[in-house]
C-alpha cells in the first residue's frame, strides 16, 4: 500500500526542542514498515505554528491534500497528532477533507490507525461533546488520580452556586445561575470590588444563592469557594476532583486574590491607608504596581514602581510620582468627567452600534462557549476511556490530553475578550456608571479618607503612569492627563 507522510516543525520552543523534521520523518517511516506501507512522498510545513496558522494556509499540507487526491493514497502518516493541527476545530476539518478521498490518518509515535476502530474511537471522543469538566487533567492524574476516581461519589449537600448535582449522572451540570457565575468571575477579575459586583447585580434584579438581595459577603464566598477552582472537600480535606469545573483559571485565581486582599488591606476602620491611589497605579515602564515611599528628612509622599522600590534599578528606572499632585488630579480628573460630555459621548456611540454589535456579541460568545463545552466533554470522555474503561494508554491520554488543553485555553481567552467588548456596549452599564460618577462628584469631598479611596477604586480600573501623561482606565474607556513637570526625577501632576 502507498501512503504519504506530513511533517510539520513549528517555532514554538517545546515543539523545536523535540521533533525535529528527521526525527519525525524516521519515526513515520519506521512505523510505516511495520505496517507493511511505502510512503511515497514527505510534505512538510516548517515554522507554522499548529495552532496560529489556520490549516488551509499551511502550503505543505494544502499540496498534500491535492497529492492524495489526484494519486489515490489511503494513508497519511503524521509523527502525532499535534504535527496535523493543535486545533481540534482545524483537525476535524482535515481529518473530513482526508475522508472523502477515503483516506485516514496514522500517527507514528501514538499509534493511532484511524481506520481502525481503536483510532475511531478517537475522533468520536473528539466529536461527541456537550458536558462541562475540570481543566489541567493531567496535574490532577500525577497527584492521585485513584482518589478522584473515588470522589465521582459526590456525597451531596448543596451544590455550589451556578451548578446542580445530577444525581443520575453523577455529576454537576450548569444550571440557570451559571451566567451570574461567570459575571461575577469576570467582574472580580476586572478588579470590581465586592460591594460593587453586589449593587451591580441587584440593579439588574439578578437573585442571590438564597433567592434574595446580593450582599458583598455573598459575592466574597462565591470568589473563595474552592469548588470553582476546581477542588471538592472529602473526609474534611480539599482535593483537586474533575468532577469540580475549574470556573476559575489560575490566572483569575491570582487576579481575584489581588483583588480582594486590596479591600483586606484597608485593615480596620480608622486605620485606613491614607494613600489613595495605591493598587490602582501602575508603572507605565515595566507595568508593575507602584507604591508609596516617604521620601527625605520631610518623608515627602512619593509614589514609586515596586521594582525600583524593591532596588531592581535594572529593571526600571522610571521616575518617582508626587503623591499629593497626582490625587489631587485624578480626583479633579474624574469629577470633570461628569461636567465635560465625556460620558454622553460614550454613550451616544454605544447607543449608535449597540444593539446589532452587542446581538452579534452574544451569539458569538454563544457559539464559543458551546465550543468550549464540547471541548471539555472530550476531555471528560478521554479520562474515562483511559482511567476508567482502560481502552487507552497514558501516553496517548497525555498527548490528546494536551492538544485539549491548548484548545480549551484559546477558546477561553476568546471568550473572556469577547465579554470585554460587551461590556463597552452595554448601555444600562453605562448610564449606571454616569450616576456612580455624579454621585462622586457631589459627595466626595465629604467622606472619609479610607471612604474616598474606595470610592475612586470603584470608578477607575488602573492608572498607567508614563512619563509625559498617566493614562486613566475607566470601565468605560480610557481618559488620559498630562503631567506638569519632572524634577529631579520625580514627576508632577499638580
Ligand atoms: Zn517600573
Given at each position: 500500500m502507498y501512503a504519504v507522510g506530513y511533517v510539520r516543525q513549528s517555532k514554538e520552543r517545546k515543539d523545536r526542542e523535540s521533533i525535529s523534521p528527521e526525527t519525525q520523518i524516521e519515526k513515520i517511516k519506521q512505523f510505516a514498515?511495520?505496517?507493511?506501507?511505502?510512503?511515497?512522498?514527505?510534505f512538510r510545513d516548517i515554522d507554522i505554528s499548529g495552532f496560529r496558522v489556520h490549516y488551509s494556509k499551511r502550503t505543505g499540507l494544502?499540496?498534500?491534500?491535492?497529492?492524495?487526491?489526484?494519486?489515490?493514497?489511503?494513508?497519511?502518516?503524521?509523527?502525532?497528532?499535534?504535527?496535523?493541527?493543535?486545533?481540534?476545530?482545524?483537525f476535524l476539518e482535515i481529518t473530513n477533507e482526508l475522508e472523502k478521498y477515503g483516506c485516514s490518518v496514522v500517527s507514528a509515535?501514538?499509534?493511532?490507525?484511524?481506520?481502525?476502530?481503536?483510532?475511531?474511537?478517537?475522533?468520536?471522543?473528539?466529536?461527541?461533546?456537550?458536558?462541562?469538566?475540570?481543566?489541567?487533567?493531567?496535574a490532577t492524574i500525577h497527584d492521585n488520580h485513584m482518589k478522584n476516581v473515588e470522589l465521582k461519589k459526590w456525597n451531596g449537600g448543596h451544590a455550589p452556586f451556578g451548578f446542580s448535582w445530577n444525581k443520575a449522572d453523577q455529576k454537576f451540570e450548569k444550571n440557570k445561575d451559571y451566567e451570574t457565575l461567570l459575571l461575577i468571575r469576570e467582574k472580580a477579575v476586572n478588579m470590581w470590588g465586592v460591594k460593587k459586583i453586589s449593587n451591580h447585580l441587584n440593579r439588574r434584579n439578578i437573585l442571590s444563592p438564597n433567592g434574595g438581595k446580593w450582599t458583598s459577603q455573598a459575592?466574597?464566598?462565591?470568589?473563595?469557594?474552592?469548588f470553582y477552582r476546581g477542588y471538592l472537600q472529602y473526609d474534611g480535606k480539599l482535593y483537586e476532583s474533575p468532577l469540580a469545573p475549574k470556573v476559575f483559571s489560575p490566572e483569575d485565581w491570582e487576579k481575584i486574590q489581588e483583588n480582594l486582599n486590596r479591600y483586606v488591606n484597608l485593615g480596620p476602620r480608622g486605620k485606613a491607608t491614607p494613600h489613595l491611589l495605591t493598587g490602582l497605579l501602575v508603572c507605565g515602564a515595566c507595568n508593575s504596581r507602584m507604591e508609596i515611599r516617604y521620601n527625605g528628612s520631610n518623608r515627602v509622599r512619593r509614589y514609586i514602581c515596586s521594582n525600583r522600590q524593591n532596588g531592581f534599578v535594572d529593571k526600571c528606572s522610571s521616575s518617582l510620582l508626587d503623591a499629593d499632585g497626582i490625587e489631587q488630579a485624578v480626583i479633579k480628573h474624574i469629577k470633570s468627567l461628569t461636567i465635560t460630555r465625556y460620558i454622553?459621548?460614550?454613550?451616544?456611540?454605544?447607543?449608535?452600534?449597540?444593539?446589532?454589535?452587542?446581538?452579534?456579541?452574544?451569539?458569538?460568545?454563544?457559539?464559543?462557549?458551546?465550543?468550549l463545552e464540547k471541548v471539555i466533554q472530550g476531555q471528560k470522555e478521554l479520562y474515562e476511556e483511559t482511567f476508567i474503561?482502560?481502552?487507552?494508554?497514558?501516553?496517548?491520554?497525555?498527548?490528546?490530553?494536551?492538544?485539549?488543553?491548548?484548545?480549551?485555553?484559546?477558546?477561553?481567552?476568546?471568550?473572556?475578550?469577547?465579554?470585554?467588548?460587551?461590556?463597552?456596549?452595554?448601555?444600562?452599564y453605562i448610564f449606571d456608571y454616569k450616576e456612580e460618577l455624579e454621585n462622586f462628584s457631589t459627595v466626595f469631598d465629604a467622606l472619609s479618607k479610607e471612604e474616598q479611596r474606595t470610592a475612586i477604586h470603584s470608578l477607575v480600573?488602573?492608572?498607567?503612569?508614563?512619563?509625559?501623561?498617566?493614562?486613566?482606565?475607566?470601565?468605560?474607556?480610557?481618559?488620559?492627563?498630562?503631567?506638569?513637570?519632572?524634577?529631579?526625577?520625580?514627576?508632577?501632576?499638580?
Open positions: 514498515k511495520l505496517q507493511e506501507t511505502k510512503v511515497v512522498k514527505i494544502m499540496d498534500m491534500l491535492e497529492y492524495i487526491k489526484a494519486n489515490n493514497i489511503k494513508k497519511v502518516y503524521v509523527y502525532n497528532l499535534a504535527r496535523l493541527s493543535r486545533r481540534i476545530k482545524d509515535t501514538e499509534m493511532i490507525d484511524m481506520s481502525t476502530p481503536q483510532g475511531r474511537l478517537f475522533r468520536n471522543i473528539m466529536l461527541s461533546f456537550n458536558e462541562y469538566y475540570s481543566d489541567s487533567l493531567s459575592v466574597k464566598y462565591i470568589l473563595l469557594n474552592p454622553d459621548q460614550i454613550i451616544e456611540e454605544a447607543q449608535k452600534i449597540s444593539r446589532p454589535k452587542a446581538n452579534d456579541l452574544k451569539s458569538e460568545i454563544r457559539h464559543l462557549e458551546r465550543e474503561r482502560k481502552n487507552v494508554t497514558k501516553e496517548r491520554f497525555y498527548e490528546m490530553n494536551r492538544i485539549f488543553e491548548e484548545e480549551r485555553q484559546r477558546l477561553e481567552e476568546e471568550i473572556k475578550e469577547l465579554y470585554k467588548q460587551m461590556n463597552a456596549v452595554d448601555i444600562t480600573d488602573k492608572i498607567v503612569v508614563h512619563d509625559e501623561c498617566a493614562t486613566i482606565h475607566l470601565p468605560v474607556g480610557k481618559t488620559k492627563i498630562k503631567s506638569t513637570s519632572n524634577k529631579r526625577g520625580t514627576l508632577y501632576f499638580m
